[in-house]
Antibody
Framework: EVQLVQSGAEVKKPGESLKISCKSS????????IAWVRQMPGKGLEWMGI????????RYSPSFQGQVTISADKSITTAYLQWSSLKASDSAMYYC??????????????????WGQGTLVSVSS | DIQMTQSPSTLSASVGDRVTITCRAS??????LAWYQQKPGKAPNLLIY???SLESGVPSRFSGSGSGTEFTLTISSLQPDDFATYYC?????????FGQGTKLEIK
C-alpha cells in the first residue's frame, strides 16, 4: 500500500527555521517525483515544487524559488520542505504528494495520485 | 504562469442533480488537465487526469471533457459524499497551476 506520512504540526516564531518531512512507503521511492503543495487558511492549492529523489533534480515554482528548499534522502525514503527564516505569511497547510509521470511530457510532468495527510505550520510572534 | 479559472466559485445543488464545473486556461494546455476533490480537513483526491481519464477507484458518475483551454467536470447524479471543493490543475507547463476551486454545497 502506497503511503505518504508527514511530520506533525509545527508552531514557530517569525525568523525561525523549520524542516518538515514526508515519509514514503509501499512503492519505489526513487522512481517517482514528490511534490509539495501549499494551502493557506481558507484558500486554494498552490504548486510549490517537485523533486526526483533518485538524483535530487528539483524544480520550483517561481513564487517559491528562494523562499523554501526541497530535498530528499533516498536512504530513508523521505522528502523534506524547509525554511531558513519563517514569516507569518508561511502559516499554512503543506501537503506532499507523489507525482505519477505522464511519459509524453518532459520529466516532472504528471498528476498527484497519492497525498500525505498534511502538515500544519503556524508562524506567529 | 498559466492562469486557471474555475466557474462557478460556489455551486448549490441537490442529491441526484447533474452538475458541471468549468475550468478555463489562459493558454492552451492540450489535454494536460486534472481534477481533484477535497473535503474539509483532508488532502485532495485525484478524480480525473488527462482531461477525461477516470482515476482508478473513482465512481463512474464523474466525467471530464475538453481540450485546449476549456474543460468541464460533470457529476451525473450527485451523491451525499460528493459535496466538497473541486480543483482543476494544468500540468502542461511549469509551474503546474491550480484553479481557485469550486465549492459544491447542498441546496
Amino acid at each position: 500500500e502506497v503511503q505518504l506520512v508527514q511530520s506533525g504540526a509545527e508552531v514557530k516564531k517569525p525568523g525561525e527555521s523549520l524542516k518538515i518531512s514526508c515519509k514514503s512507503s509501499g512503492y519505489s521511492f526513487t522512481s517517482y517525483w514528490i511534490a509539495w503543495v501549499r494551502q493557506m487558511p481558507g484558500k486554494g492549492l498552490e504548486w510549490m515544487g517537485i523533486i526526483f529523489p533518485s538524483d535530487s533534480d528539483t524544480r520550483y515554482s517561481p513564487s517559491f524559488q528562494g523562499q523554501v528548499t526541497i530535498s530528499a534522502d533516498k536512504s530513508i525514503t523521505t522528502a523534506y520542505l524547509q525554511w531558513s527564516s519563517l514569516k507569518a505569511s508561511d502559516s499554512a497547510m503543506y501537503y506532499c504528494a507523489r507525482l505519477r509521470r505522464e511519459w509524453e511530457l518532459p520529466a516532472g510532468g504528471g498528476v498527484f495520485d497519492y497525498w500525505g495527510q498534511g502538515t500544519l505550520v503556524s508562524v506567529s510572534s | 504562469d498559466i492562469q486557471m479559472t474555475q466557474s462557478p466559485s460556489t455551486l448549490s445543488a441537490s442529491v441526484g442533480d447533474r452538475v458541471t464545473i468549468t475550468c478555463r486556461a489562459s493558454q492552451s494546455i492540450s489535454s494536460w488537465l486534472a481534477w481533484y476533490q477535497q473535503k474539509p480537513g483532508k488532502a485532495p483526491n485525484l478524480l480525473i487526469y488527462k482531461a477525461s481519464s477516470l482515476e482508478s477507484g473513482v465512481p463512474s458518475r464523474f466525467s471530464g471533457s475538453g481540450s485546449g483551454t476549456e474543460f468541464t467536470l460533470t457529476i451525473s447524479s450527485l451523491q451525499p459524499d460528493d459535496f466538497a471543493t473541486y480543483y482543476c490543475q494544468q500540468y502542461n507547463t511549469y509551474p503546474y497551476t491550480f484553479g481557485q476551486g469550486t465549492k459544491l454545497e447542498i441546496k
